[in-house]
């Protein structure tokens, strides 16, 4: 069989009038997704759902099954190819819908969705991400020692656990306004669902509760410098990236965090501490930050 015309002919199968698709096959299954073209949320897509939900659902097989290469019917856009490079391999872009009339009836097909409230209900810091708590809401910042101070003690909740699932890198990212006014943050929680990191979650959850992409001239702190997927995520989803400032204390130097989009377009800015313990002595304490992680901690 033409392998081309039996990737179109999967597309036939599952295509549905105003959704864009994704798919993957392995051993004879079609893992697929598709997302509403009306969709007002940018942290999400076919390609986004697919990797996100096949972690959620089928975390054991997840691996196997990334090897594959993935197909869309849409554009490859900055956050997906990102996604793509950090959890998966590589896939095919503007996939053609064709009825060739291939039987392929031997195949199973498997509908992909996520939940980012179940997935982050399975983790052990996962309601920390859910939404930002009310005494947190609008809170003012003034410097950026307070917001690095913030940050960093976010990142601390992440405690090292007794089972591989329980780890996650202390890695955090927190968003303020224009005004200086806290508006989301994020704790990464990757260990099980390899796309959560914190800039993840935390743009997810900003665009679910807002309905809209970041917010022109908005800060981002991050303890270490964003990934190519986190990267591609924070471009794609402000309003105008380029009025944003993205800075981070920790360089990270592995291939997943070289020449991301932000790098390409010279928008984040290494903040010049070179481990985070370097980085708490030289912060001030703010008491109701305190408050906060203890807590949470109980
Ligand atoms: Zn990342």
Known sequence: MDPEKRVQQIAYILQKEGYALAFVEDHGRVYYSLFSKDSLDPSSSAIVQLLQGLFGQFVDNS?????????????????????IRVVAKRARSKVKAVNHGLNLSDLEFIKIEFSRQQALAENHLGVFNLSLPENLRGLAFKTDQERWDFVTQLAELNPRGLILHDYDRPVAAALWNSRGELLSYGINS?????TLHAEINLVQSFCAASGGPLPEGGTLFVTHKPCRMCAGMIYDCSANPFS?????????????????????????YFCGVSNIDMAKKLLRNVDQLSDFTAATRQ
Do not use: C, H, P
Not at 63 to 83: Q, V
Not at 190 to 194: D, I, T
Not at 244 to 268: A, H, P
């Open 244 to 268: 944003m400032q993205i800075k981070y204390l920790i360089e990270e130097k592995g291939r997943l965090s070289r020449n991301t989009i932000l790098d390409q377009k010279g928008l984040n």
């Open 190 to 194: 990757s260990s099980r669902n390899k």
């Open 63 to 83: 691996f196997f099954i990334l090897r594959r290469r993935l197909y869309t019917t849409e554009e490859i856009s900055a956050k997906e190819e990102g996604m």
